[in-house]
Nanobody
Framework: QVQLVESGGGLVQAGGSLRLSCAAS????????TGWYRQAPGKERELVAL???????DYADSVKGRFTISRDNAKNTVYLEMNSLKPEDTAVYYC???????????????WGQGTQVTVSS
């Protein structure tokens, strides 16, 4: 069984920091691009940050300079370090990854279960 398991969400005061983790479990042949998305109530899901298997990164304008995405390939884990959090960052955060389960099949997209991040004023 292949899945993405998220952790690290919670309640934090404005200006604080939080670190999200997303671990891919199960037998996986290769992990390609990974990223973090978020969705606030009544809003569209938006891309927050992404990182390729080669380490290239990209961020939404709203989080540039505050968030950092990284990967630990040995642990099959992607992280999102969030600093200087604002109330507008409040949302459910989802990790996403393209996983190749076996060598003879192409990679497909997987999603984490979502973790709530709430930033108080």
């Amino acid at each position: 069984q292949v899945q993405l398991v998220e952790s690290g969400g919670g309640l934090v005061q404005a200006g604080g920091s939080l670190r999200l983790s997303c671990a891919a479990s199960g037998s996986i042949f290769r992990i390609y691009n990974t990223g973090w998305y978020r969705q606030a109530p009544g809003k569209e899901r938006e891309l927050v940050a992404l990182i390729t298997s080669g380490g290239e990164t990209d961020y939404a304008d709203s989080v540039k300079g505050r968030f950092t995405i990284s990967r630990d390939n040995a642990k099959n884990t992607v992280y999102l370090e969030m600093n200087s959090l604002k109330p507008e960052d409040t949302a459910v955060y989802y990790c996403n990854a393209r996983l190749q389960v076996v060598w003879y099949s192409p990679g497909t997209d997987y999603w984490g279960q979502g973790t709530q991040v709430t930033v108080s004023s």
